[in-house]
T-cell receptor, first 115, second 112 residues
Framework: DTGVSQNPRHKITKRGQNVTFRCDPI?????LYWYRQTLGQGPEFLTY????????KSRLLSDRFSAERPKGSFSTLEIQRTEQGDSAMYLC?????????????FGSGTQLSVL | SQKIEQNSEALNIQEGKTATLTCNYT??????LQWYRQDPGRGPVFLLL?????KEKRKERLKVTFDTTLKQSLFHITASQPADSATYLC???????????FGSGTRLQVQP
């Protein structure tokens, strides 16, 4: 079963460092989402791609965050100059279809701890 | 602003009983609503979807209702089992904004 794969599973970094996460979606899925989740909260939308085009970014996404999806396949999320408030689970999801028929398939996430 | 409310307190029930979880929303007119299950350390898993023109959907032991007048969805698990213990998230979507908006989830604990 080739579900959504995220790497690394865990990342510990010092404040001020840059980190990059990778997401490999289900191969035939054209949409890819990044969400962030903190303890006791639901996933919070960050950004979304359709194929290689980044179509929507949350107002919560500061300039320190950048995401790419070259060639419409895997995606990377980079956080520059990390802050302690960036500590969270970063979830990637992919989907095929749109509107009410769209179901998101999530990876297991990358847990980021900023010390 | 848009707000989605799920009971933040854990729901504890006995095995075999029906669990009922609530999702309320304000300042929102969703075209559809989805329910996901999330286990600790894992990503959410899709369970059910219901559209605004549907009152009820069923899938095996799961049932979801959607009342657009009350701005509420109820999620039922009948004949609950300890394996149903998890956090359940509701998510709202509309035809304009493409990304789902999630509630904070309710943790369900089924006691054997």
């Amino acid at each position: 079963d080739t579900g959504v794969s995220q790497n690394p599973r865990h990342k510990i970094t010092k404040r001020g460092q840059n980190v990059t996460f990778r997401c490999d979606p289900i191969s035939e899925h054209n949409r890819l989402y990044w969400y962030r989740q903190t303890l006791g909260q639901g996933p919070e939308f960050l950004t979304y791609f359709q194929n290689e085009a980044q179509l929507e970014k949350s107002r919560l996404l500061s300039d320190r965050f950048s995401a790419e999806r070259p060639k419409g396949s895997f995606s990377t999320l980079e956080i520059q100059r990390t802050e302690q408030g960036d500590s969270a689970m970063y979830l990637c999801a992919s989907s095929l279809g749109q509107g009410p028929n769209e179901k998101l398939f999530f990876g297991s996430g990358t847990q980021l701890s900023v010390l | 602003s848009q707000k989605i409310e799920q009971n933040s307190e854990a729901l504890n029930i006995q095995e075999g009983k029906t669990a009922t979880l609530t999702c309320n929303y304000t300042n929102y007119s969703p075209a559809y609503l989805q329910w996901y299950r999330q286990d600790p350390g894992r990503g959410p898993v899709f369970l059910l979807l219901i559209r605004e023109n549907e009152k009820e959907k069923r899938k095996e032991r799961l049932k979801v209702t959607f009342d657009t007048t009350l701005k509420q969805s109820l999620f039922h698990i009948t004949a609950s089992q300890p394996a149903d213990s998890a956090t359940y998230l509701c998510a709202l979507g509309d035809t304009g904004r493409r990304a789902l908006t999630f509630g904070s989830g309710t943790r369900l604990q089924v006691q054997p």
